[in-house]
Structure formats: C-alpha cells, structure tokens
C-alpha cells in the first residue's frame, strides 16, 4: 500500500489520516488478542495444572500470555487461582514473571509490518525486542533468588498484609470502550472464527503501520520533534512517567510499547528513549491487577498482585543502570536479524512458542 505525494495533501488531512490509521492499529491489536485468545484460551487454562517447578511455571506463564496476548488476563487467572487456594505463591511468583516475557510477543509481531523495509526494520525490530530482553535479564537473575530466598514472596507478603482492607477501584480501559463496539462487530461478520479474526488482525495491522509510519514521515517537522524530546521523551524519567501513566490508563503494555514500534521505525523515537518508556509500562501493566485485588480483600490475591509489581520495580532497579546490556544486545540482534530476516521469525516462534511448549511437554510427561 503506497500513499504518494503525502506532504501535498493539507496537514489537517495528514493529522486526520494518522489519527484514523493510530485507531486502526489499536483496533488491529483488540482483534489480534481475541483471534489468539479464540485459538488457545482453552489450551492456555489448562496449562497452568502444570506448575510442578518453578521453571514449569516460568514458561507456563509465556505460553499462555503468548496465545491469549495479555498478561492482565495471565495475571488475573493466576490471583484467582490463588486466591481460591489452587496454586500457592511460590508456583504462582514464576507465571507472573512469564507472563511479562510472553506479553512483549505483541511488541515483535508489530515490528514485522517494518521487514520489506531495511532502515525501518533495523530501527524498528530493536525497539521491539529491548522489552523482550530486558523481561529476560530481569527473570535470568530474578528467578534463581526467588527460588533461593524468596524476595519478592516476602515483601509483596509484607504490602499484602499492610494494605488488605484498603478497599480499591476498578475501572474500564478507555482503549476497550474505544475499540470494544468496533471489534465485536467485526468478529460477527466473519463469524467469530478465531484463524479469520487472527488474519483480519494482521491486514489492518500491516494497513495501517504502513499508513501511520508515511503520515508520521509527511508530519515530522522539527517542532515536533522538539516537543517529543522536551515533553514526553526528554529523559528518562519522563519517558518512564509516559509509559507508566499510559498504560494504567489504557490496562494495556501490549498497545502502549507498540505504539513506539512504529515511532521509533519513522526515525521519531530511539532505542534509548524507548527504553526507559517499556519500563515505565511494565510497572504501570499492574496498577489493575493491584487495584482490582484490593477490591476483593483477598490478601493472597493482593500479595500476587504486589509481586508483579516488585518484579518489575526489581528488574528495573537491576537493569536501568546496567542499560547499555540490554540495549547493545537489542541493537546487536536487530543489526544480524535486519540482514538475516528470516531469523526474526524464527526467534519469535523459538523463544514465544517451541521453546515453552517443549519443556512444558517435558514437565507433564515427568
């Protein structure tokens, strides 16, 4: 899809064709998750009977969060199953920190819409995956302490016990009333078949990546990008304070991180800024979670709610200064998977998909 001669067009015609492209990728996003959801939400309750080992729960966690493309509705499931005595803290600590690797899957998904396209791919992909490998730092030294001495077992035991009674709020995401009428319409008219809502998912993601990135490109002025920088990504606090807020707003890493796919593949965001931004919508990915467990009083409840929260606080405060490691491996990766791009593909189905699902069979067949 090819839209020439954009910057003839008016500005208001511009901003009002990226405005319409942003709610088509948003939607895209909405109907990805139901066609993954439609296919494997079955599949994925019964994974989590499969949690003998903390290394089980690990990628019991990815897999799941992978097919149902929401680590809310991992995390949910799993504070229910706490909460009603199912699964204890110890197996359930392990979903969580899964949960967070196998969310980002969304995040590379999206960067595909950028492959034919070299430089974009190559500024696009690394974005991606620095939440992916960030996720997998924080797990690679989090997950041996937690099952060593217990960390965030025992300071999200602490917060649970401080803050039962508390009372809490629930609210609807603004990005789901937005989205919500639209995508049930769709899912109706070709069936609620889940492989065709899937696919229907990807054409308008491609659709309308394609048509943000050329309106993003005919925008981008130097007044833009000096409000970008100044407001929003001028440093690092701002830039985590962005993602934070976005996403409890919106309930949604997935939607929020992949928003500066597309930003950082136009050449408006670099992996720098986007880095601390994922970060912010890490931490801001469980103020509902904390919100809607406060509600239900349930202090196991409250404290799973509590450990995604210090997971990520943790990986932050491991990570963040140690940032050149997960950036240069970004960038590293993205270099190799920009000249071999078949790799990409295989690294999302080896790392999102085989790989949980191998050692899953393993652990059920023992």
Known sequence: MKFPDLKKLPAGVRIALFVVALYVFLLSIELLGSGFKGLGSGFAQTLFSITATPLSGLFVGILATSLVQSSSSTTSVVVGLVACGTLDIQHAVPIIMG??????????????????????????????VVHDIFNLLSVAVLLPLEILFHPLERASAVLAHTFTGVGGVTFTSPLKLITGPVGHVLE?????????????????????????????????SRRIELVVDKYLFGNAAK????????????????????????????????????????????????????????????????????????????????????????????RVWGRFCTRHRVWAVIYTAIVFFAIPLVVIIIARRN
């Not at 899957?105 to 960067?111: H, M, P, Y």
């Not at 993601?205 to 005919?218: N, P, W, Y």
């Open 239 to 330: 830039a985590f304070l962005v993602g934070l807020l976005l996403t409890a707003l919106v309930q949604s890493s997935s939607a929020t991180t992949s928003i500066a796919v597309p930003m950082a593949g136009a050449g408006l965001l670099t992996l720098n800024q986007i880095f601390p931004y994922a970060l912010g919508a890490n931490v801001g990915t469980t103020v509902t979670a904390i919100l809607a467990s406060l509600v239900t009083g349930s202090l196991a409840g409250i404290q799973i709610a509590f450990a995604h929260l210090l997971f990520n606080i943790f990986g932050t405060v491991v990570w963040y200064p140690l940032r050149v490691v997960p950036i240069r491996l970004s």
């Open 99 to 128: 949960a967070n690797i196998g969310t980002t899957v969304t995040n590379t998904l999206v960067s595909f819409a950028h492959v034919t396209r070299k430089l974009e791919f190559e500024r696009a992909f690394p974005a991606a």
């Open 188 to 220: 109706g008219l070709v069936g609620n078949i889940p492989a065709i809502v899937l696919a229907l998912s990807l054409v308008l993601l491609f659709a309308a990546l394609k048509l943000m990135v050329d309106m993003m490109r005919s925008l981008i």
